[in-house]
């Protein structure tokens, strides 16, 4: 008797290979996210994050419009910006940050957080080429000795 060649076709492994696709497919999702991340944590050597293109020049323009500037930028930045207490501004300043000379202006005010009043806070606020670049939380050494102005316009401040 001789034998019969396999008359039935030759079955595809289907769900190997589906199991292969799904396996290649998290990691090449996997190294996609991870290579986004790493984009984003990268910043070219920056001192953090900037919303202005900086130049680089020693010689910074005077902010013209540091007041109006920062007002929107602090009703965006602060929680609850309404019934804010005790605010002070100081003149704009030329200071060191992040190895470079720039216009830096400190405020302070008493916001409320969770409805109570937290307390008076200070923050200083970097301009690059006359423009408010971002808000600084660690102000030490930037608003030592500074004199404060009454600021009633933040005390009016909306949401």
Known sequence: MSKKPNAMPQVV???????KLVTYTRSGALALVALG???????????GISYTADRGIENQPYPANYRPELLALLRTYLNDPTGIRDAGI??????EVGGRRRYVVCVRFNARSAGRYAGVKERAGMYVDGRLDRIIDET???????????FPEMEKLTR
């Open 37 to 47: 991340l790493a984009g984003c944590a990268w910043t070219g050597g920056s001192d």
């Open 90 to 95: 100081s003149e704009p300043a030329q200071k």
């Open 140 to 150: 030490e050494d930037l608003c030592k000795g500074v004199t404060y102005a009454a």
């Open 13 to 19: 492994d289907f769900i190997g290979m589906r199991c």
